[in-house]
């Protein structure tokens, strides 16, 4: 068995001696480490806020993924109705394309040859069509169904103006007038007719 050795007076004084050196390094270290755990205390704490920091960067991340899910499936949805609509489109666009090729010439001759007066007609035209129409059902129509109603009186004037002109012929003397009036009405129309042609 051995025997462990039993620390004499001059270990004593050799650990005393040692003791106070290493007493007086701690002391003189004291205050570094004291230092030292305040600079360790101040970066847990920075470590602590960092932490927080990122941990409420992280949330508003994820809602931020949420809300973009969310405007993902609406333009998702609205993508699928403008492909949607699109296809109706061509549908009617290959429906109607031999229509549309066989006006083409001829909007483009209403184009060119449609001046902007024209078009300031036309618009003013269709602004008074209710107007017009309204005019023509209350005062035009009434007056075309009683038409029915007036030809025979129309007839029966005639007549008597054809009488009464036989009738002025007979008289001696308006004979030549009505004649001289026949030929300045004829040559009225003459000259009506000529400037029509020009």
Known sequence: MTRLPVPGPRDLLRLTTGGYQALEQAIALLPRVTALVGEIERIVAR??????????????????????????????KIVDAADGLLGRTSGLLNDYQPALDRLAPLVDQLASTTSPDE??????????????????QRDILPILATLDNVGPDVRELLLTTKEFNEVLGSVPGLGRIKKRV????????????????E
């Not at 508003?60 to 993902?72: F, H, N």
């Not at 007609?121 to 107007?131: G, H, M, T, V």
């Not at 004829?186 to 000529?194: C, F, G, H, P, V």
């Open 119 to 136: 078009v300031a007609a036309a618009i003013k035209l269709i602004d008074e069509l209710p107007q017009l129409v309204e005019s023509l």
């Open 47 to 76: 470590a602590d806020t960092l932490v927080t920091e990122v941990e409420r960067t992280r949330q508003r991340t994820d809602a931020v993924v949420e809300q973009s899910g969310a405007l993902i499936e609406r333009t998702t």
């Open 182 to 197: 026949e030929e300045e009405r004829a040559e009225e129309r003459a000259e009506q007719l000529d400037g029509e042609r």
